[in-house]
């Protein structure tokens, strides 16, 4: 069975910028939401999806991942405007109720 990978990008309120790959978008976003993983994303408030996508190979989403994290900012935002001009969280509505540690439908295959 085939996995999928995600490339994601996610912002803050206030338009901070985060890239990251997994292979449970899911699962990634519930932990960015509930800030199970301490670091940038949870002290910054980064926790809105704002763009992905998906490839079958998982070298190809850590080089696309690397890619664009080597962009200029302006890059980035161009990049999120293209496919979400207005910003919305993609992820908005997946999860019930985030405090409750029940996390929503999963994105991961295989």
Request: aromatic letters at 10%.
């Amino acid at each position: 069975m085939e996995r999928t990978y995600f490339v994601y990008i996610l912002s803050s309120r206030s338009r901070n910028l985060y890239v990251g790959v997994t292979g449970d978008l899911a699962r990634r976003m519930w932990e960015h939401r509930t800030h199970a993983v301490p670091g940038h994303t949870a002290r910054y408030r980064i926790n809105r999806l704002v763009h992905f996508e998906t490839t079958a190979d998982p070298a190809s989403a850590i080089a696309r991942e690397k890619q664009i994290k080597g962009w200029l900012r302006s890059r980035k935002i161009a990049l999120i405007e293209r496919s979400n001009p207005t910003w919305d969280d993609l992820a908005e509505g997946w999860f019930a109720d985030s405090a409750s540690g029940k996390a929503g439908p999963s994105l991961r295959s295989g």
